[in-house]
C-alpha cells in the first residue's frame, strides 16, 4: 500500500501502464519485457526526430545548390540561344531605298526605318568621340561588358537616381538584335552581355563603333548618324561640326525628350554634358569646352516628308511599280536599302515645279475672280490683276449658286457618304446630314474649285523622262494628273490625223476646202457637222495651214476620207494606250487618254517616226553598290521617218504662224514644233511642245471637267497650258537645234495641190458640203460661233447658265444639246466678255487671236455635237472632295 501511494519512478514509456495495469488488477508482466519495449521506443523516436533534421539540412543546402545549377543551365541555354555575331559587320540592317536623280541628287526615300550605313571614315571625328565620352568612357578598356558600370548603375538607382549600366557594346546588340530588345528583363540582360562579349571578341572597338552609330534611332524615323544628319543639319554625317556631333549625341538618352526641334532646350543642357564628358577624356580642352557651350548649334531641319521630295508624284509613281518589281525579283522595298537611279533631271524637276506653281496660283486668282459673283465684274489679259480682286470670301459663291446638283454629286462621291449608306442610311437622308455639315461642304468646294496642272518632259530619242508634276501640291491633293487622270486631249489629237493623212499619200500642201460638212451616220441617222469658231472662210486651205490654225473643217474632211480606224490605230503605234472610239470626232480630241501617253506619242514626231516608251529607271543596285538591274525604253518604228518629218514641219507652223505663237516669247532659237487644244466649255487646256531633244507635254484644268473656266480667253490652251509649259522651258537649258530631214526626203512643192477637195466626197453619199462658198460660210458664222462657254444671259444681262442638268446626268461636262439657240446663246457670252477687254488687251492678242479662236472654240462646237453623235462616256467625278 506504501509503495502504491508513494512517487513512483518513471522508467520509461511503460510506467505509466504499469500503474494503470496494478490499480485495475490487471495481472503485471515483466519488468525486464517493459523496459527493452521502452528503449526502442525511444530510440525509434529519436532516429525520426534526426531524420528531419537531417532532412531539413540537406534541403536547405540542395535548394541553392538547384537554384545554381538551373541558373547555369538557364545561361547556358542563353548562350545557345544568343544571337551569332560573325556576320553582323555584313548583316543587312534594314534600310531605306533611296530614288536619285539622273545627276545624282536624293530624289526620295522609301522606308519602315530611314537609314544609310556609312563607314566610320566617312563620319565626323567627333561623333565617336562624344559618343564614347557621354555613353561609355571606359569603352577602350573593357571586354564589352563593364560590371563596374552595372554596379554603379545599380548602386544609383537605389539611391533614387537611374542611371543606365549598359556599355555601347550592349546597346550594339540591343539595337542589332530584336530578339534581344524584345525579350523580358532578365533574359534581355543576360543576352546583352553573352552578345556583348561575342562582338567584343570578333570585332575591333572602331568596328562596333561603326556599327552602334549607324543603328541608333534619332526619331522621324531616322536610324543612324547619316540619316539624322540628313535631317537636322541636311548634310552628311562626314561634315558635322563638334558642336552638331555633341547635339546628336545628347539623344541618346531620349532622342524624343533631348531632340534639338521640339525641346531645344533640354538638348542644350545635355549637350553641354557631352562637351564636359569630351573634356573628361581628352577630346576637347577646357577652353574649347568654355567656348562651345555658349554657342548655338547650327540647324538645318528637313523632315523627311512625301510631299517634300522633289518629284513627290513622280516617286509615288515609282513606288507602286517598284513594289511588284521588288515581289518579283524577292527584295524588300522598305528595308533592303536598294539605290534606284531615275532619269529625272534635277534642275528640270525644279523647274517645272516652279513653272506648275507659279501658274497655278495666277490662274487661281483668275477662276476665283471670274466665279465670285453673276455680273463677273473683271477682265484682263494680264493674270496678275487678278490677284488684288482675289477674295477668298467669295472665290466660286456664283458656281456653287448655280450649280446645286453638281455639288450634290460632289457629296455623293465622298467616302463619307458612302460610308454612311452602307451604315444604313438612306440615300436622302445622307444627303441631308453631310450639306448640314458646313466645315465637309467646304473641304469639297475647297478640292473641286482649285485648279490643277500636270507636266511631263520626255527625252524623245530614249524615253527618259526629265520632269513629272502631277498636280500643284501632293500634300493637298495626291491624285497625279499625269497619268492617272484621263481626259479629252481637244485640238492636240489632231497631230494623228496628219500623220495619217501623210502616211496614205496626202502631203502638206494638199488643198481642202475650209467649210462645213455634214456626216450622216449611217447607223443612226444623226448628223456630225463640226464648225471653227471664228467660221468658215469658204477658201482653199492647205493641210500645212488647216493644222497651224486648228481648223475642224479641214480635220473632219481627212479623217472622213482616210478613216478613223487608221487614225486610232497611228495613234496606237505612236503610243496611246487608252481605248480610242473609231468614230470621226476622234480627230478632234473626243476620246480620253492620259498626259503621259501624249507625252509619248509626240517623242515619235521628234525621234524619227520611232517610239520609244516613257521610262522613269535606269537601274537599281543593292545595299553594296551591285548592279541588279538595268532597265530600256522599248522602242518600235512606229512611222516612216518622212511621215514623221513632214507632220513636225506642219506643226512648226503652229508656232511661227498658229495657235502656239506666243510660245516664242519664252522659248530659245532652232526649231520648235507644237500644238494647242481646249476641250468643251474650257474644261481642259492643253499644250504639247516639241524640241529635237525635249518633249513637253502640259495640262490645266480641275479635278472634274465639269468644273470651268468662266472666260473664254483664260480656258485657252493656248493661255493656260502655254504658260506653263513656257514657263519650264524659260527655266531650262536647250540649245537651239533643229529637226533634221531624213535621208532621200523630197520636201513638197509649194502651191501643187494633188486633188480637188470636191471629188473626195464624190462617191460618199453620207458627205456633203454645207457651205461651199465665202459668203454662205461668213453668213453662218454667227449661227456657228458656238460651243466655248455654255451661258447664256437673262433678260437684265447676268450671266446664267446653260449647261447645268439635272442631278445624275450623264452629257460629257454639260454638253449643250439646245441646238442652235444654245449656240446663238453662247456667242452673246462670248460678245459680253469681249466687249469686257480694253482695246489694248485686245490689240495685244491680236497676233493669235484668231488662231485660238479656230483652235479653241471649234473643239467645243465640235465636242458637243459629237455627244450627241458618238454617246460619249459619263462624267466621273474625280476625287471624294477630302
Known amino acids: 500500500m506504501a509503495d502504491s501511494q508513494g512517487p513512483s519512478r518513471p522508467t520509461g514509456p511503460g510506467s505509466s501502464s504499469r500503474s494503470s495495469g496494478s490499480a485495475s488488477g490487471a495481472p503485471r508482466r515483466p519488468a525486464d519485457s517493459s523496459r527493452k519495449r521502452g528503449y526502442f521506443d525511444q530510440l525509434k523516436a529519436n532516429l525520426r526526430h534526426n531524420w528531419r533534421e537531417r532532412t531539413g539540412s540537406t534541403v536547405l543546402i540542395l535548394i541553392p545548390a538547384v537554384l545554381i545549377l538551373a541558373f547555369y543551365l538557364y545561361v547556358a541555354t542563353q548562350v545557345f540561344l544568343a544571337p551569332r555575331v560573325t556576320d553582323l559587320d555584313e548583316r543587312e540592317l534594314a534600310g531605306a531605298t533611296v530614288l536619285y536623280t539622273a545627276d545624282g541628287q536624293e530624289l526620295s526615300r522609301l522606308y519602315e526605318e530611314n537609314r544609310t550605313a556609312v563607314p566610320l571614315d566617312s563620319m565626323a571625328k567627333t561623333l565617336p568621340q562624344a559618343l564614347v565620352a557621354i555613353e561609355d568612357q571606359r569603352f577602350y578598356e573593357h571586354g564589352g561588358v563593364s560590371f563596374r558600370r552595372t554596379a554603379g548603375a545599380l548602386w544609383q538607382t537605389a539611391q533614387g537616381n537611374q542611371q543606365g549600366g549598359s556599355t555601347i557594346t550592349m546597346q550594339l546588340a540591343r539595337n542589332a538584335f530584336t530578339d534581344v530588345a524584345n525579350d523580358w528583363v532578365i533574359s534581355r540582360k543576360i ?151 531615275t532619269t529625272i533631271d534635277a534642275k528640270m524637276q525644279k523647274a517645272a515645279e516652279e513653272a506648275v506653281q507659279e501658274v497655278m496660283d495666277d490662274l487661281q486668282a483668275v477662276v476665283d475672280v471670274s466665279w465670285s459673283s453673276a455680273s463677273s465684274p473683271f477682265f484682263s489679259s494680264n493674270e496678275s490683276a487678278y490677284q488684288a480682286q482675289q477674295n477668298p470670301e467669295t472665290a466660286f459663291d456664283y458656281f456653287w449658286e448655280t450649280h446645286p446638283e453638281l455639288l450634290n454629286a460632289f457629296v455623293k462621291q465622298s467616302a463619307r457618304y458612302k460610308r454612311l449608306t452602307e451604315e444604313g442610311a438612306s440615300e436622302e ?47 493637298e491633293d495626291k491624285y497625279d494628273h499625269a497619268y492617272l487622270s484621263k481626259r479629252q486631249p481637244g485640238s492636240t489629237f489632231k497631230p494623228f490625223v496628219y500623220a495619217t493623212a501623210l502616211d496614205r499619200g496626202y502631203r502638206q500642201n494638199d488643198v481642202l476646202r475650209d467649210a462645213k460638212i ?90 524619227k517616226g520611232r517610239y520609244q516608251e516613257p521610262i522613269g529607271i535606269t537601274r537599281i543596285e543593292d545595299r553594296y553598290g551591285r548592279t541588279v538591274e538595268t532597265f530600256q525604253s522599248e522602242s518600235r518604228q ?143 458664222t454667227q449661227e456657228e460661233d458656238s460651243f466655248d462657254m455654255g451661258f447664256e444671259q437673262d433678260e437684265e444681262g447676268n450671266v446664267m447658265s446653260a449647261d447645268v442638268e439635272e442631278e445624275g446626268a450623264g452629257d460629257e461636262a454639260g454638253a449643250d444639246t439646245t441646238g442652235a439657240g444654245g449656240q446663238q446663246a453662247a456667242s452673246e457670252e462670248q460678245q459680253t466678255e469681249a466687249e469686257q477687254q480694253t482695246e489694248a488687251e485686245q490689240q495685244a492678242d491680236a497676233t493669235s487671236e484668231e488662231g485660238d479662236e479656230g483652235e479653241d472654240a471649234g473643239d467645243d462646237g465640235e465636242q458637243s455635237t459629237a455627244d450627241q453623235l458618238n454617246q460619249s462616256q459619263d462624267i466621273e467625278v474625280e476625287g471624294d472632295g477630302n
Open 191 to 341: 543576352k546583352e552581355w553573352i552578345t556583348a562579349v561575342r562582338i567584343n571578341d570578333l570585332y575591333s572597338k572602331e568596328k562596333i563603333l561603326e556599327m552602334y552609330l549607324n543603328t541608333v534611332p534619332f526619331n522621324y524615323n531616322a536610324f543612324g548618324v547619316e540619316a539624322a544628319s540628313q535631317i537636322y543639319f541636311n548634310k552628311p554625317a562626314a561634315q558635322l561640326d563638334t558642336l552638331q556631333s555633341a547635339t546628336l549625341m545628347a539623344m541618346m538618352r531620349g532622342p524624343s525628350y533631348y531632340n534639338p526641334v521640339q525641346n531645344p532646350e533640354n538638348n542644350r543642357q545635355r549637350r553641354n554634358e557631352v562637351l564636359e564628358a569630351m573634356s573628361e577624356t581628352g577630346a576637347l580642352t577646357s577652353a574649347e569646352v568654355q567656348r562651345l557651350q555658349e554657342q548655338d548649334t547650327e540647324m538645318d531641319f528637313q523632315k523627311v516628308d512625301a510631299s517634300h521630295n522633289l518629284a513627290p508624284y513622280f516617286a509615288e509613281y515609282l513606288r507602286q511599280r517598284l513594289g511588284d518589281w521588288a515581289k518579283e525579283n524577292g527584295y524588300d522595298l522598305y528595308s533592303d536599302g536598294l539605290k534606284v537611279y
Open 638 to 780: 512606229a512611222l516612216e521617218a518622212s511621215v514623221a518629218y513632214g507632220t513636225l514641219q506642219m506643226m512648226e507652223a503652229v508656232v511661227t504662224e498658229g495657235t502656239g505663237v506666243r510660245i516664242r516669247q519664252y522659248a530659245g532659237g532652232g526649231d520648235w514644233a507644237a500644238k494647242t487644244g481646249t476641250t468643251q466649255e474650257n474644261a481642259d487646256g492643253w499644250f504639247m511642245l516639241i524640241h529635237p531633244e525635249l518633249v513637253t507635254g502640259t495640262w490645266v484644268g480641275f479635278n472634274s471637267p465639269r468644273i470651268t473656266f468662266r472666260t473664254r480667253y483664260w480656258g485657252q490652251g493656248s493661255h493656260n497650258a502655254l504658260k506653263v509649259a513656257g514657263h519650264f522651258i524659260d527655266g531650262v537649258e536647250l540649245e537651239a537645234a533643229t529637226f533634221d530631214a531624213p535621208p532621200g526626203y523630197e520636201p513638197p512643192s509649194e502651191g501643187q495641190p494633188r486633188r480637188d477637195p470636191e471629188s473626195i466626197f464624190a462617191d460618199q453619199e453620207n458627205v456633203s458640203y454645207q457651205a461651199d462658198s465665202v459668203a454662205a460660210a461668213a453668213a453662218a
Open 518 to 607: 455634214e456626216y450622216v451616220n449611217d447607223e443612226t441617222g444623226q448628223t456630225w457637222s463640226p464648225a471653227n469658231f471664228s467660221g468658215e472662210s469658204g477658201q482653199m486651205m492647205t493641210l500645212k495651214q488647216g493644222l497651224a490654225n486648228s481648223k475642224n473643217t479641214i480635220t473632219a474632211q481627212l479623217i472622213i476620207d482616210i478613216g478613223a480606224g487608221r487614225v486610232a490605230e497611228t495613234a496606237r503605234r505612236m503610243g496611246i494606250k487608252s481605248d480610242l472610239q473609231a468614230v470621226p470626232s476622234l480627230g478632234l480630241g473626243t476620246s480620253e487618254v492620259t498626259l503621259l501617253e501624249m507625252v509619248g506619242a509626240y517623242g515619235t514626231l521628234a525621234n
Open 429 to 475: 437622308k445622307a444627303l441631308e446630314q453631310l450639306k448640314g455639315d458646313s466645315s465637309f461642304l467646304d473641304s469639297i468646294k475647297t478640292n473641286m474649285q482649285r485648279i490643277q496642272s500636270g507636266l511631263v518632259a520626255m527625252q524623245p530619242s530614249n524615253g527618259h523622262i526629265k520632269a513629272w508634276v502631277g498636280g500643284r501640291d501632293f500634300e
